[in-house]
């Protein structure tokens, strides 16, 4: 691999960062879905589903038709976990990084560099939830390019993160990442987060089984 550098956000990296994000949160997709079909719920359902139809019909063929279908149909349902969160994201904190993350107070917003390219991103910002602002500070929009995995990026990134809240006096750093990010998460915890809380973002991720992890980072005494 290249060698690359980590640098502040410019101007000029708008397009690539919106860019990164999107590709990064959308290739996830797949793996909603499969976390999906594992649901209990859902595979009782399309079981009973399957049952009905061939007592009724009284084709297995109709009833394999028909779980093919509800199959089918869920997949673009699944995939608007990721979508509509890209969406969000590019029409709130990422439409304007400058003002969100560089001109914020406490906020940052660092791109990594490899051959002319931006090809890593992540930034920090207050919290949303008023109990953990003062003390806390949130690691966001963490993104590193497929082809860039596996030379220590992330953890370079996570590095910056935690150094940028140390240096303020900041007690923690937290972050969200969904249950399907499971090298996210492995990556996290060993550079010392915890998880700290669980939820789901709507009543359908309820159903399947879809969750939002809370971790939590303690960083040491004001230096």
Do not use: N
Not at 20 to 44: D, N
Not at 170 to 179: G, K
């Amino acid at each position: 691999m290249a060698p690359y550098r980590i640098r502040l956000y410019r101007d000029e990296d708008y397009d690539a960062v919106r860019s990164l994000f999107a590709r990064g949160i959308i290739e996830h997709a797949p793996a909603i879905y499969r976390h999906m079909l594992r649901s209990t719920r859902v595979q009782l359902g399309l079981l009973a589903l399957f049952t009905a139809v061939r007592a009724v019909a009284g084709s297995w063929l109709l009833a394999l038709a028909a779980v093919a279908l509800v199959l089918a149909a869920t997949w673009p349902v699944m995939r608007s976990f990721s979508t509509s969160y890209v969406q969000e994201a590019l029409i709130t904190d990422l439409c304007d990084i400058d003002s969100s993350y560089m001109r914020a107070p406490d906020s940052c917003f660092w791109v990594v560099e490899a051959d002319g390219a931006v090809v890593g991103m992540v930034a920090v910002a207050p919290p949303q939830d008023p109990a953990q602002r003062g003390e806390a500070l949130e690691l966001k929009r963490m993104s590193v390019s497929k082809d860039h995995r596996g030379h220590g990026i992330s953890k370079a990134l996570c590095g910056e993160v935690l150094r940028f809240a140390q240096a303020r006096g900041y007690r923690a750093v937290m972050l969200y990442t969904s249950i399907v990010q499971v090298v996210a998460q492995r990556l996290y915890e060993r550079q010392g987060f915890r998880k700290v809380g669980a939820s789901s973002p709507s009543l359908l991720a309820s159903l399947v089984s879809f969750q939002i992890f809370q971790y939590r980072c303690e960083l040491p005494g004001r230096p």
